[in-house]
């Protein structure tokens, strides 16, 4: 079993900046054989796919409306996926979820919320105008 706890969510003005981490963690778990994404999800409105990374090679995947603003990034000796995200705008205001795809594929990020398959709890992010 794979456990992710978010953290760093919270309350900013349009033009501020959060940075989001996410600890994984399990008796069994390899933080390298996981490709690790964000998504967010407001009230009434689908899950959707914020940034990705891969397992290996560091490549990353962004959502169109967050690119320039948001970086993903990833420490594999400390099994953290972090989320900076800049110059926030209060559409960015949602609950944000990190999640685990087990990939076989050293270079895949996957944009849809069903290829992953553990989930953290997720963590608020309120921005106001």
């Known amino acids: 079993q794979v456990q992710l706890v978010e953290s760093g969510g919270g309350l900013v003005q349009a033009g501020g900046s959060l940075r989001l981490s996410c600890e994984a963690s399990g008796r069994t778990f390899i933080f390298t054989n996981y490709a690790m994404g964000w998504f967010r999800q407001a009230p009434g409105k689908d899950r959707e796919f914020v940034a990705g990374i891969s397992r290996r090679a560091g490549i990353t995947k962004y959502t169109d409306s967050v690119k320039g603003r948001f970086t993903i990034s990833r420490d594999n000796a400390e099994n953290t996926v972090s989320l900076q995200m800049n110059s926030l705008k209060p559409e960015d205001t949602a609950v944000y979820y990190c999640?685990?795809?087990?990939?076989?594929?050293?270079?895949?990020?996957?944009?849809?919320?069903?290829?992953?398959?553990?989930w953290g709890q997720g963590t608020q992010v309120t921005v106001s105008s």
């Open positions: 999640a685990a795809d087990m990939s076989s594929i050293p270079f895949r990020v996957i944009m849809a919320p069903s290829g992953y398959d553990y």
